[in-house]
């Protein structure tokens, strides 16, 4: 069993930047991959970042390649997005997941464990 918990979400300017933190317990961190998630209002659920055990291999969305950093520390047992240069439509609740294996999926159907959720408002 895996658990996770967000946080970093907020309110910010458009062209802002946020750093989001997801920590994770319970089963041995590396022996996952991650990814991020988001879910804004009357909208299904996204795919934004993904990477793999290591963080030797990562992935991203067409929407937000270029702005946002996904990455990990093992030893914290900690995943991260960091996002720069924000848009209004970047506004959504961001989720952090874990998968079944040591690589990461784009699809949501492919990870196990689920975050809560943190909400992120990028103001025009």
């Known amino acids: 069993q895996v658990q996770l918990v967000e946080s970093g979400g907020g309110l910010v300017q458009a062209g802002g930047s946020l750093r989001l933190s997801c920590a994770a317990s319970g089963r041995t961190f590396r022996d996952y991959g991650m990814g991020w998630f988001r879910q804004a209002p009357g909208k299904e659920r996204e795919f934004v970042a993904g990477?793999?055990?290591?963080?030797?291999?990562?992935r991203y969305a067409d929407s937000v390649k270029g702005r946002f950093t996904i990455s990990r520390d093992n030893a914290k047992n900690t995943v991260y997005l960091q996002m720069n240069s924000l848009k209004p439509e970047d506004t959504a609740v961001y989720y952090c997941a874990g998968g079944r294996s040591v690589y990461y999926s784009t699809t949501d159907d492919e990870y196990d464990y689920w975050g809560q959720g943190t909400q992120v408002t990028v103001s025009s």
């Open positions: 990477i793999n055990w290591s963080g030797g291999r990562t």
